[in-house]
């Protein structure tokens, strides 16, 4: 209901809303890689921007499926040293954002922390990668949300063996306690 209302919005209309909901990614300094698929990529901006400022090396992979498809590079590009990466090779590096992230490991840089938005599939291999490593990430979960207060439930997800509320509590949480 609220998308819908939202979507019919003209150019000058009025809102009232309630923000910021929820809790977003923390800000890092040091070697901090932002890794982020689809529209997924949108949420972390702001969390590369906030590192950046604090000082931290920031790299940024962001995968879409095709060339068409990709959005905000000239902002991320500002925010870190930024790798565009495309399912099909029409742009950038061929293959998914965390291969391009493995491939920097493997040549030597090893980010402190990661943060990350996009498909389940995605945050799966990154919570992996991660945990491996003994790296700190973060996990920006996508749930339906219907009220946005946690007082609904809809959109609670189990966390460290109890619930907790995506809206409310998180969206962002340290992987080691969720399952994407």
Same mark, same amino acid.
């Given at each position: 209901?609220?998308?819908? #209302? &939202?979507?019919?919005?003209?150019?000058?209309?009025? #809102?009232?809303?309630?923000?910021?909901?929820?809790?977003?990614?923390?800000?890092?300094?040091g070697?901090?890689?932002?890794?982020?698929?689809?529209?997924g990529?949108?949420?972390?901006?702001? +969390?590369?921007? +906030? =590192?950046?400022?604090?000082?931290?090396?920031?790299?940024?992979?962001?995968?879409?499926?095709? +060339?068409?498809?990709?959005?905000?590079?000239? &902002?991320? #590009?500002?925010?870190? $040293?930024?790798?565009? =990466?495309?399912?099909?090779?029409?742009?950038?590096?061929?293959?998914?954002? *965390?291969?391009? &992230?493995?491939?920097?490991?493997? #040549?030597?840089?090893?980010?402190?922390?990661?943060?990350?938005?996009?498909?389940?599939?995605?945050?799966?291999?990154?919570? $992996?990668?991660?945990?491996?490593?003994?790296?700190?990430?973060?996990?920006?979960?996508?749930?339906?949300?219907? =009220?946005?207060?946690?007082? =609904?439930? *809809?959109?609670?997800?189990?966390?460290?063996?109890?619930? $907790?509320?995506?809206?409310?509590?998180?969206p962002?949480?340290?992987?080691?306690?969720?399952?994407?």
């Amino acid at each position: 209901a609220g998308t819908e #209302a &939202l979507s019919g919005l003209r150019y000058g209309d009025g #809102a009232r809303v309630t923000l910021p909901l929820g809790n977003g990614f923390p800000t890092f300094s040091g070697k901090v890689a932002v890794v982020g698929g689809g529209f997924g990529v949108a949420p972390l901006l702001s +969390a590369a921007r +906030a =590192c950046k400022a604090a000082g931290a090396e920031v790299r940024i992979y962001n995968g879409f499926a095709t +060339a068409e498809r990709i959005m905000l590079t000239g &902002l991320f #590009a500002e925010a870190g $040293k930024l790798t565009v =990466c495309t399912d099909d090779g029409s742009t950038g590096f061929r293959g998914f954002p *965390t291969a391009a &992230l493995e491939a920097d490991i493997a #040549a030597g840089w090893t980010p402190d922390v990661i943060l990350c938005c996009g498909p389940s599939p995605l945050m799966r291999v990154v919570k $992996k990668l991660g945990e491996e490593r003994g790296v700190a990430t973060y996990l920006s979960l996508e749930q339906r949300m219907g =009220c946005g207060i946690g007082a =609904c439930l *809809t959109c609670t997800c189990k966390v460290a063996g109890h619930n $907790k509320r995506v809206c409310k509590d998180g969206p962002v949480f340290i992987s080691t306690e969720v399952q994407p």
